[in-house]
């Protein structure tokens, strides 16, 4: 099976990656049955799934999890009913593995042994901080006894308006310093201290991560950041940081390793379907889609790193 590739998010006449994914998962459902109230989720979580249900696995080991993915809530549905659900995506992208020979999965990755098991919503044992664990998306158990962490996005690195830690962007417009201009000279240096480092990546939530990957007793020797490229400019952001923040946590012990949904897949397009038709529907849903000019849109396939 061959992928297209052109010129992403064209089509779609948008620069902003939330707003592109947004759309994209909009004209995929198509005719697909909706919330009556909420029109970004689907009606039912069996059809935002590939598989039309959740291993018997996932399914409990999700009902385990912190976040509400499965269940509706008094102000909204289930998380994984919602179109842009980075939960879907990665239910849609590795359950199917479940009971697949995964050896073409685990290359696709660059890991150094085969998958023996994989399991959803992974909370982490001996956390020093409470009260709570930090729950990751995957755990990968491999044949040689290692253990390999998974946290996954899709559209959240582009939907952050503030950056995190210190004070909001907003706060600092393009050539201005609202302290300085308002006669607070002092203050203004205060807040230069401030100032976001990062806009697209949740380095607080990795940084728990890999503190509580380190404090499990399993010992997980390392963590893929498994994201979604558009290929818009706020997807060269956030690989910037991305490439930024692996340099930073390079000589720990724990191996962050950064790849994008695109690549893996790619990877993947020549090898058996882990079940009939994963091939097709992945790249009719998340790698190629038909925007207004109807042209066929697929990301780059631009290296974020090394993956070992």
């Not at 098991?117 to 982490?124: A, D, G, R």
């Not at 393009?174 to 401030?194: G, H, I, K, Y």
Request: glycine fraction near 6%.
């Amino acid at each position: 099976m061959s992928v297209s590739r052109s010129q992403p998010g064209r089509a779609l006449n948008t620069e902003d990656s939330a707003t592109l994914i947004d759309e994209w998962q909009d004209q995929w459902a198509g005719k697909l049955a909706r919330d009556s109230k909420w029109r970004a989720y689907a009606a039912t979580l069996e059809s935002n799934l590939f598989l039309g249900h959740l291993h018997q696995d996932t399914m409990a080991e999700f009902r385990k999890g912190d976040g509400s993915e499965l269940r509706d809530a008094a102000t909204r549905p289930a998380k994984m009913r919602a179109l842009v659900s980075s939960s879907a995506l990665a239910v849609n992208f590795f359950d199917p593995w479940r009971n697949a020979d995964k050896r073409a999965l685990s290359r696709a990755l660059g890991l150094p042994s085969p998958i023996a098991q994989l399991s959803f919503e992974f909370k982490t044992n001996d956390f020093p901080v409470k009260p709570r664990s930090p729950n990751l998306d995957l755990i990968l158990h491999l044949d040689d006894g290692r253990s390999v962490a998974v946290e996954s996005k899709f559209s959240e690195p582009y939907r952050s308006r503030d950056g995190f830690a210190g004070l909001s962007v907003r706060y600092f417009p393009d050539n201005e310093t609202l302290w300085s201009e308002a006669r607070l000279p002092a203050a203004q240096r205060v807040a230069d201290r401030l100032r976001p480092e990062w806009i697209h990546l949740d380095v607080p939530q990795l940084l728990k991560h890999l503190l509580g990957l380190a404090n499990d007793p399993a010992r997980p020797d390392s963590l893929i950041y498994l994201w979604f490229d558009t290929g818009q400019r706020d997807a060269d952001a956030h690989r910037r940081e991305i490439e930024r923040f692996t340099r930073e946590v390079a000589n720990d012990f724990i191996t962050f390793r950064p790849t994008t949904y695109q690549d893996t897949f790619r990877a993947l397009t020549e090898s058996e379907e882990p079940v009939e038709g994963w091939h097709g529907y992945m790249d009719q849903r998340y790698f190629t889609c038909r925007g207004r000019t109807n042209r066929r849109i697929h990301p780059d396939a631009r290296k974020t790193g090394a993956r070992g």
